[in-house]
């Protein structure tokens, strides 16, 4: 009975609502890069849905708090100044730099803390080597094979 009531509640208001989208993204980019060459310069564009058509903002990061020159170039190619600063329902922590994971994902639709999800889950030889952002429903991700046998993600397309 209980497995029948989420499988008609996924139906209504669709199953993305129940699964974390940094991790969603992570998870593609991880399976995408399985399929690149094991050769340096190699590379792949490896295109990556998250939410059911809606448009969110990811951001790739290698640091865990960007330097504020960073987030004023994020901020100057139009990433939503919410995704940078925390805007949640905690009132103490509203305004301060939100702490980042490899993969982020930050969805405007939500009020409460679901605005802000974040994943490490690319895998061990995988590695951010830019901070790049986009706002999108879709992201064409650019990874290349580096001389040291690991993968870059270069950034979005």
């Known amino acids: 009975m209980r497995r029948s ?12 609502v129940l699964s974390d989208p940094a991790v969603d993204l992570a998870r593609c980019i991880s399976s ?14 490896i ?42 329902p905690d009132r ?4 301060h730099k939100v702490s980042l994971g490899p993969v982020n994902v930050f969805d405007a639709r939500y009020t409460d803390n679901r605005r802000y999800s974040q994943s490490s889950a690319l895998g061990k030889d995988v590695r951010v080597g830019n901070v790049v952002a986009k706002t999108d429903k879709e992201f064409i991700v650019r990874v290349v094979r ?7 993600v270069i950034g979005f397309r």
Do not use: H, M
Request: charged share 20%; hydrophobic share 35%; with cysteine.
């Open 92 to 95: 103490e922590s509203v305004g």
């Open 32 to 45: 995408g890069t399985q399929q690149i060459a094991n050769q340096t310069g190699a590379s792949r564009d």
């Open 5 to 16: 009531a989420l499988i008609a509640f996924c139906f209504v208001t669709g199953c993305d």
């Open 47 to 88: 295109t990556c849905s998250v939410r059911s058509g809606d448009s969110v903002t990811a951001i790739l990061s290698s640091a865990f708090e960007l330097p504020d020159t960073i987030i004023t170039r994020l901020q100057l190619s139009g990433t939503p100044r919410e995704a940078l600063y925390y805007s949640g």
């Open 146 to 152: 580096a001389p040291d046998g690991k993968l870059d």
